[in-house]
């Protein structure tokens, strides 16, 4: 067979496999889609389809197609950490920044350092550390890793629960908002490369510059002109933070933050996160599973990332009742708001897949970070779902 038609083949089984699974076994009410295709990238990986059908596998993704694969998923993973950027309300969380700030800091801060404890007892056995990572790094992307909340992920949940466009909703958007900043932040410390301190000052100041006259000229178009003015900057800036050494993802996200979202209007904001979801992620999800490994032992992983899942989701909700106390919220309140904060998968990938391709974690942590995102993620509908029940039923009977 040609190289084209096994690309294709490649193509038809990333994309046909994972919606069939998701369709004939009704996961919708667990999982939106884009977790059942994460799932399938990782049985489509080495360590389970690899390990099975290993001529099969070695068939299909062979080197030349993995290779073509991973130029869409770079594409795709820009497009979508860009939009993830744009969609940031930052003036709203300003206008209620006591109770955003109060709320955020703790949602992300206990978790952290509940993260981080639990970086610290993988640690004591090796094999969790990357060649490149010092300690501090592989502590603190851990740490950030149980406290991340998936932005896009969360409004999809949110919009099937009924309650993005309700108060609540618009509440955690803030809240997940803001953590989303302190995620980048924390990365582009970990990221800091003082053999590159000079490249990467140049690079903070030309995007200051060039993000305010981007700013003015966008102003000044049309919407037309809008979007292939704003894909160009988006590229300009990947490429930049990459030379600089900060990772090109994080020039992605930079590139959208300082950007509008209502200069390309919210529908068509919407309609675009759902085009790249659908025609393109599913090949950033298998190249993610591409990069699992299980060298230490399946059961060693799952123990692992069981030990980070407890970090995450009982850092989280801790973090939120404490806030909730605060604040004067209802405990059902506070803990609708932090199991909706649960939701970690694709950016947390994101984020792993980048102290992965910085050698700050091995293959082995990688893939107990990349299941506990998925079971974070998973347990946020049905848990989440009686408790916004309850809490509609309550604002019914106040009005």
């Given at each position: ?24 076994l ?42 073509s ?46 993260g ?29 890793a ?47 490369d003082?053999?590159r ?40 800036v ?50 993610t ?13 799952f ?35 932090g ?10 990938i ?19 970070l ?30």
């Open positions: 067979m040609t190289l084209t038609e096994v690309y294709l083949i490649a193509l038809l089984i990333i994309f046909a496999l994972p919606w069939l699974a998701w369709r004939l009704r996961l919708d009410y667990w999982a939106p889609l884009v977790v059942v295709q994460i799932v399938g990238g990782i049985l489509l990986g080495p360590g389970v389809l690899g390990a099975a059908f290993p001529e099969y596998y070695a068939f299909v993704f062979r080197p030349e197609v993995i290779q694969l991973n130029g869409v998923a770079w594409w795709a993973v820009m497009l979508f950490v860009w939009v993830a950027g744009i969609e940031l309300d930052l003036a709203t969380a300003w206008k209620h920044r006591a109770e955003t700030g109060i709320t955020a800091s703790l949602a992300l801060g206990v978790p952290l350092l509940a981080a404890g639990a970086a610290m007892i993988l640690l004591q056995w090796p094999g969790w550390r990357g060649p490149e990572g010092e300690t501090w790094q592989v502590v603190l992307g851990l740490g950030m149980c406290a991340v909340t998936a932005l896009p992920i969360l409004i999809l949940l949110m919009d099937k629960m009924g309650i993005l466009r309700r108060q609540m909703g618009q509440r955690v958007l803030r809240y997940a908002s803001l953590d989303d900043i302190a995620i980048w932040a924390v990365l582009a410390l970990i990221l800091l003082f053999a301190i000079g490249r990467q000052a140049v690079f903070v100041i030309g995007f200051a510059l060039t993000a305010w006259a981007v700013r003015r000229l966008m102003e000044r178009i049309n919407i037309e002109e809008r979007w292939p003015i704003a894909l160009i900057w988006l590229i300009a990947a490429l930049a933070a990459d030379w600089s050494g900060l990772h090109y993802m994080v020039g992605a996200f930079l590139a959208g933050v300082v950007l509008e979202a209502r200069w390309f209007g919210e529908e068509a904001m919407d309609r675009f996160r759902a085009v790249v979801l659908l025609t393109v992620m599913p090949v950033f999800f298998l190249s599973g591409l990069r699992t490994a299980w060298e230490g032992g399946g059961l060693i992983v123990g692992a990332a069981l030990l980070l899942l407890a970090a995450a989701v009982g850092g989280k909700l801790l973090g939120v009742q404490i806030a909730g106390r605060i604040l004067g919220w209802t405990r059902n309140e506070a803990s609708l708001i199991w909706l904060l649960q939701t970690k998968a694709l950016i947390m994101i984020f792993a897949n980048i102290l992965l391709d910085k050698a700050i974690i091995t293959s082995t942590t990688f893939t107990a990349l299941l506990m995102a998925v079971m974070s993620t998973m347990l946020t509908t049905p848990l989440a779902t009686p408790l916004a029940k309850r809490a509609h039923a309550r604002m019914d009977d106040e009005a």
